[in-house]
């Protein structure tokens, strides 16, 4: 339901854009609707977090936090590059982080890139489509920020060369159990018994409750495999993006690529084995993991080493899991062979090809066939939507 407030609009009216040599610029409207925002609430002109109580996490309580989520927005002309100015009451220690992704050319999204007005979000590759988040972050005494207007424009970084397309990242980082059972992940997901979900130290790669764009695919030294939708922020870090390209990484870019500051901090003695916030850590942990993955899919009895691949990171063919039921990954193209991980709901994973006509297999008529996830890991065709994949 709409709370009825639509901040900025009186400085474009009708909430139009103009456009003048590839710039383009707008004001947001800022309408509290529900859906995919968590714990915002439009109150007194501007927009707050509906609940300033600190967020119960795995390393310990950590500030409120809320996501209003604006609706994807097609732009005049093809952007990589978007400035966010934001108007917000600000009281001492509280935060309003306006991040930015694009639609990429393959169909899935690119990861969170901040934005203000001094440093705009730069995006991977250009684009016609943008959506905009923004974060609103309490103070250590639980005073709200109030965001009161957005002003965004969209326009063409100066030519550079563009990196070479690359496979996602893949780390060797260390995996702790999420638990949490009733409690809320910093976008608003409520955490059930045997959920199935992961937790990454910063918000670039948060995805919205329900969706599946931001995906990370673990593995046990033993081989077997979960893909999990990335849900919750943590451990230890908030702002510690280390599968992020050198030069991007917004914090600790002194550090290698794949190497969490916390793992950094409790092997090397990094920061004096502190974390951002100035805690000890008493781990190495760079992910958590929600109990169905850590226990039902991977087997995990005890905090591990595992291997994980940061789907987002790379390009290529994906589709994404149907129903609300997970889906069971065959080491063959074969309903009796052997078990060899698990993808979750909503989970957003690569696709190789198919092992029956793709026309067939979208249709979902006559024998359903086989997806190819990667060597020996095949799925059931009409488990993930995917389109235009083809024959093995």
């Known amino acids: 339901m709409t709370l009825g407030l639509v901040l900025g609009a009186a400085l474009v009216p009708g909430g139009t854009a103009w456009a003048i040599a590839g710039s383009e610029s707008w004001a ?3 309408s509290v609707a529900g ?3 968590a714990n915002v609430v439009a109150r007194d002109g501007a927009v707050r977090l509906a609940d300033t109580s600190p967020r119960t996490t795995s390393t310990g309580p950590a500030p409120a936090e809320g996501e209003l989520l604006l609706p994807p927005r097609r732009v005049a002309a093809v952007t990589d590059r978007v ?4 108007t917000a009451d600000r009281p001492a220690g509280s935060d309003v982080v306006v991040a930015v992704r694009g639609l990429r050319s393959d169909g899935s999204w690119s990861q969170w890139s901040p934005a203000t007005s001094s440093a705009p979000a730069l995006l991977p590759e250009a684009t016609l489509q943008v959506q905009v988040r923004v974060t609103l972050v309490a103070g250590p005494r639980g005073a709200s920020p109030a965001l009161r207007r957005l002003w965004l424009t969209a326009d063409r970084a100066p030519a550079v060369t563009p990196p070479p397309t690359t496979d996602a990242l893949t780390a060797r980082v260390f995996a702790t159990r999420v638990g949490l059972v009733g ?3 910093a976008n608003g997901h409520r955490v059930v018994a045997g959920d199935r979900f992961v937790a990454l130290p910063s918000r670039r790669g948060l995805g919205v409750d329900g969706n599946g764009d931001y ?9 077997r495999c979960a893909w999990a939708p990335v849900w919750d922020v943590g451990p230890w870090n908030t702002r510690d993006d280390y599968w992020s390209t050198p030069g991007t990484r917004e914090n600790f870019g002194d550090l290698p690529r794949g190497v969490p500051e916390a793992q950094a901090a409790v092997l090397d003695g990094y920061a004096g084995g502190h974390d951002g916030t100035g805690r000890r850590v008493s781990n190495p942990a760079g992910i958590d993991l929600a109990d169905g993955t850590f226990t039902a899919d991977l087997g995990l009895r005890d905090n591990s080493w595992v291997q994980a691949t940061y789907l987002w990171t790379g390009t290529g063919r994906s589709g994404t899991a149907r129903g609300d039921a997970p889906v069971t ?3 063959s193209a074969a309903a009796d062979a052997r078990d060899v991980g698990v993808v979750a709901p909503h989970a957003r994973v690569p696709v190789q090809c198919a092992t029956a006509s793709p026309v067939v297999a979208s249709a979902r008529t006559g024998p359903p066939g086989w997806l190819r996830l990667g060597p020996a890991r095949y799925v059931p ?3 993930l939507e995917v389109s235009d994949v083809p024959a093995c």
């Open 28 to 30: 947001a409207e800022l």
């Open 35 to 37: 859906g995919d925002d």
């Open 83 to 86: 400035a966010a100015d934001a």
């Open 183 to 185: 409690h809320s992940t």
């Open 215 to 223: 995906t990370v695919q673990v593995c046990t030294d033993a081989g």
């Open 329 to 331: 990954v065959r080491a």
């Open 381 to 383: 065709a009409d488990a």
